[in-house]
Each structure stands twice: as structure tokens, then as C-alpha cells.
């Protein structure tokens, strides 16, 4: 199976600033297709998750561009700028390349 | 507006079964294919199920494989997990989720199953 690991924040985040939350997967999630396979999700508070970005960078429809996504075939980052009030909540990366499917462990933000 | 709403949850006993549904809307089931993703109290998020739009590849976790099946219904525009030998870990909130792309691009709001005698 492939493991997902993400990092922690250094909780809390002071509005207005950045935040980069990492994800590390135990295989390359590089497709043959030259997309990578990896998704970020937002779980707020009392919510059910949301999809924020796919294919490693790409923002899902309706998501703010303060979200970006970036990174190579195993080592990933969700960076959020100028964090908002609305951003609080538990970040997960998820890979779709095989099954099982499997997401990272969360990363919660905090807001100052 | 896509909308999946699950329903079969509550308190069962150790070793019992039970079934829940996720009923969609605002989209064409029959071309989408379909996942159960359980959160245990507290918990990340974990995979359970997926199954085909027209059921032809279904795949579980090896946790639940063996106890739990993935169905579906596409003239009733229905998913189901019918759930076996159920345990205390099977304790969850079990989320409906629609396949996108390569991704989970719906979901549902959840419904709790307590495993405890």
C-alpha cells in the first residue's frame, strides 16, 4: 500500500499570513499519462471533506487561488497565502494512483 | 447541485449486520463511479469501497474485505454498503463519496455506525 505522511503546522497561523502543509507518499504517484495522482482536501470543522486541488496543482472549480499545490513524484506541498478565517480545518492529502486509496494522516490549521 | 445523502446508521451490536444507502441527486448516477469512506470518532479519513458505474470493478480495503459489500442501483440512482460481522472499529462516520477525475469530488454528509454491545 502506499503511505501518505504529512507534516505538521506550527500552530496557530496569524491571519494574513502564509502556511505550507507537506505530504510525503512511500511510491511516486507520477502516472504514465505525465499527471501525478495527488489530492488535497479540507476538512472544516464539523464538515464533511472538500476537494481543493487534484493532479498534484490543480485547483478544483470554485477554490481560491490562495490554495496552490506543487511538487515532484513524492514529495508534495499545499501552500495556502494570506490565510483566512474560513481556511481552519483538517488538510489531507489523498493518492489516487492505485488502490487501496489512501490519504495522509491531516494536518490541522489553527488561526491566531 | 450534487447532492448524496446516506441513511442505514445507528447502534449495533457486535457481530451484527447492517446496510446503509447514499441516495444521489443533481447528477447522472449511472455514469459516475461510487466510494464509502469511513472517519473514525476523532480519526483521519480511510477508504472502504469503491465500485464502478456499472458495477463491473468493485475494490475494498482489506480491512473490511470479506464483511462488507459495495452496490449499487442505478434505476434508483442508490448506493449501498451492506456491512457484516460488524466490529467496534467499524465505529465511524460512513461518508458517500462521488468519483471525479481522480478524485473524491462529492461528498455526502455522513452517517454515524456505533458498533458496542
Known amino acids: 500500500d502506499i503511505v501518505m505522511t504529512q507534516g505538521a503546522l506550527p500552530n496557530p497561523v496569524p491571519s494574513g499570513e502564509s502556511a505550507s502543509i507537506t505530504c510525503q507518499s512511500s511510491k511516486s504517484l507520477l502516472h504514465s499519462n505525465g499527471k501525478t495522482y495527488l489530492n488535497w482536501y479540507l476538512q472544516r470543522p464539523g464538515q464533511s471533506p472538500q476537494l481543493l486541488i487534484y493532479?498534484?496543482?490543480t485547483r478544483a472549480s470554485g477554490v481560491s487561488d490562495r490554495f496552490s499545490g506543487s511538487g515532484s513524484g513524492t514529495d508534495f506541498t499545499l501552500k495556502i497565502s494570506s490565510v483566512e478565517a474560513e481556511d481552519v480545518g483538517v488538510y489531507y492529502c489523498?493518492?489516487?494512483?492505485?488502490?487501496?486509496?489512501?490519504f495522509g494522516g491531516g494536518t490541522k490549521l489553527e488561526l491566531k | 447541485e450534487v447532492q448524496l445523502v446516506e441513511s442505514g446508521g445507528g447502534l449495533v451490536q457486535p457481530g451484527r449486520s447492517l446496510k446503509l444507502s447514499c441516495l444521489a441527486s443533481g447528477f447522472t448516477f449511472s455514469n459516475y463511479g461510487m466510494n464509502w469512506i469511513r472517519q473514525a470518532p476523532g480519526k483521519g479519513l480511510e477508504w472502504v469501497a469503491s465500485?464502478?458505474?456499472?458495477?463491473?470493478?468493485?475494490y475494498y480495503a482489506d480491512t473490511v474485505k470479506g464483511r462488507f459489500t459495495i452496490s449499487r442501483d442505478n434505476a434508483k440512482n442508490t448506493l449501498y454498503l451492506q456491512m457484516t460481522s460488524l466490529r467496534s472499529e467499524d465505529t465511524a462516520l460512513y461518508y458517500c463519496?462521488?468519483?471525479?477525475?481522480?478524485?473524491?469530488?462529492?461528498w455526502g454528509q455522513g452517517v454515524m455506525v456505533t458498533v458496542s454491545s
Open positions: 465500485i464502478s458505474s456499472s458495477s463491473s470493478y468493485i
Open positions: 489523498q493518492q489516487f494512483l492505485e488502490y487501496p486509496r489512501t
Open positions: 463519496a462521488r468519483r471525479g477525475i481522480t478524485t473524491f469530488d462529492y
Open positions: 493532479w498534484m496543482s
